[in-house]
């Protein structure tokens, strides 16, 4: 069976999707910066400050390339995941890429509390969320199989429209 990534940016909700799409099509799922956290025993924000963040993009193309390589799950994949067009690869050759939207205001409303973002650190404004999301859409619209809006929606709703769409894919 093949894997289905969920990518875009942060507080898209890929990692809260994950679960609920894992539940209802009854496919496990890892999510990657988790797997990060599990492997190397330290949270996200102290992967950036203590190793820095080209460090922690090395163990993302790690766990890409293996989780990739497994016979079919849901990969929850981090907001930075696709900028490196080998992860892009590796998620593609035997996978459904699905990217996930929202905007600005909303990402803002969702990750605005939480404090282990360290890509928003010192930005966390709607400004800054917009000029970021920006740059990096082309990367994200060119990975993706297909985009799914998530603003004013129930995360049950979100996997149903996933799973809808899949469809014959898997
Ligand atoms: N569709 C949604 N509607 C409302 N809140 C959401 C939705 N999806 C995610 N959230 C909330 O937004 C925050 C970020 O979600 P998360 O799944 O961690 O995003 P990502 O993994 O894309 O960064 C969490 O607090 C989550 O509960
Ligand atoms: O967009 C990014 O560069 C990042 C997104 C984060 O994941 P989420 O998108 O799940 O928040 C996490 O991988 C890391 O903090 C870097
Ligand atoms: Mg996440």
């Not at 593609?92 to 890509?119: M, N, Q, W």
């Not at 859409?137 to 929606?153: L, N, S």
């Amino acid at each position: 069976m093949m894997n289905i990534a969920l990518i875009g940016f942060m507080g898209v909700g890929k990692t809260t999707v994950s679960h609920a799409l894992s539940e209802r099509l009854g496919i496990e799922e890892t999510d990657i910066d988790q797997w990060i956290v599990e492997k190397t025993g330290r949270p996200i924000a102290e992967i950036f400050e203590k190793e820095g963040e080209q460090a922690f993009r090395d163990r993302e193309t790690e766990a890409i390339k293996e989780l990739a390589s497994g016979d079919g799950r849901i990969l929850s994949c981090g907001g930075g995941a696709v900028l490196r067009a080998c992860n892009v690869e590796a998620l593609k050759r035997d996978g459904v890429i699905v990217l996930l939207t929202a905007e600005p205001e909303t990402i803002f409303e969702r990750v605005r509390c939480g404090k282990s973002r360290p890509v928003l650190n010192g930005n966390m404004n709607v400004g800054y969320i917009a000029h970021l999301m920006e740059k990096r859409r082309p990367a994200y619209e060119a990975a993706a199989d297909f985009a799914v809006p998530t603003d004013g929606k129930p995360v049950e709703q979100i996997a149903e429209e996933i799973a809808e769409r899949i469809g014959d894919k898997l």
